[in-house]
């Protein structure tokens, strides 16, 4: 909600207390300005708390995602290896003469692969990760830049304040 001011009571309270009316006029409408544009302390910690509600609601579905990423790749995963083991157990009943000498170099391939798909998913992750860790701290950076902003805006209506009360203190 913007501060309104009565102009007219301003000028007349500085020419009352002997500012010449030039100056009491255009202080006045520097003052009443500024109180009209000013937003009070009540509207900035609204729009602060709405800032923050929005960055949680925001953390909280990239959470939710990740989560719902995270177990439709661990059920893949699954899916992949329980078939892999049907298809094991198979060749190992129909091969058992065979599969005593082949069943190291097997297993030595498979862990290879598994080895290079885990270090392929290690790395998309990381990155993942990486990614929303610039992401965040965009959105913090973004937000210190709204607090200064509003930081900002009430120190020089602080100011502003204390100066209309200075000449009027010393002129009245």
């Known amino acids: 909600m913007a501060v309104t001011t009565d ?98 170099q097997f297993q030595a391939q498979i862990d290879a692969r598994f080895d290079r798909f885990q270090a392929q998913m290690d790395a998309r992750f990381d990155q993942f990760q990486a990614q929303m860790d610039v992401r965040f701290a965009q959105v913090d950076v973004r937000f210190a830049e709204f607090e200064t902003k509003v930081y900002r805006a009430v120190a020089a209506g602080t100011a502003l304040i204390l100066a209309a009360i200075s000449v009027w203190a010393a002129f009245g």
């Not at 661990?74 to 892999?84: G, K, N, P």
């Open 7 to 104: 102009r007219l009571e301003i000028v007349n309270i500085l020419v009352a207390g002997e500012v010449p009316r030039a100056s009491a006029e255009a202080l006045a409408t520097a003052i009443s300005e500024h109180f009209a544009r000013a937003a009070s302390e009540d509207e900035l910690a609204q729009q602060l708390n709405i800032e923050r509600e929005r960055s949680d609601a925001r953390f909280e579905a990239l959470t939710q995602r990740m989560d719902a990423r995270f177990d439709q790749f661990q059920t893949q995963t699954d899916a992949r290896f329980e078939q892999f083991q049907a298809q094991t157990d198979a060749r190992f009943e129909q091969f058992q003469t065979q599969i005593d000498a082949r069943f190291d």
